[in-house]
Nanobody, 126 residues
Framework: QVQLVESGGGLVQAGGSLRLSCAAS????????MAWFRQAPGKEREFVAA????????YYADSAKGRFTISRDNAKNTVYLQMNSLKPEDTAVYYC???????????????????WGQGTQVAISS
């Protein structure tokens, strides 16, 4: 069983930045693909970004490209999401997810992730 705990959410003005963190309890954290998803009110949960085991490979949703950066520190069992140039449409609950499935495939699909955090609220004011 893997526990994921997100932190770093909050209320910021448009154009501002936030850094989300996700701490994992897994002893084999470096063997998981990690990702961030988000869910806005009334909408389905959507993929934001994913990062491979050693952090050398990343993948972003179009909405995140150029503004968000996913990274990980395997020594600290933590994955991060640096969000810059935030927009009101980025307002959502952000979830951290971990996948034990091997292979860098289907990374934007919710179904490939085995473990989820409880989420952290991000609100962007205009």
């Amino acid at each position: 069983q893997v526990q994921l705990v997100e932190s770093g959410g909050g209320l910021v003005q448009a154009g501002g930045s936030l850094r989300l963190s996700c701490a994992a309890s897994a002893r084999t954290f470096s063997s998981y693909i990690m990702a961030w998803f988000r869910q806005a009110p009334g909408k389905e949960r959507e993929f934001v970004a994913a990062i491979a085991w050693r952090g050398g490979t990343t993948y972003y949703a179009d909405s995140a490209k150029g503004r968000f950066t996913i990274s990980r520190d395997n020594a600290k069992n933590t994955v991060y999401l640096q969000m810059n140039s935030l927009k009101p449409e980025d307002t959502a609950v952000y979830y951290c997810a971990a996948s034990t499935i091997t292979g860098w495939i289907r990374v934007p699909e919710r179904g490939r992730y085995d473990y989820w955090g409880q989420g952290t609220q991000v609100a962007i004011s205009s």
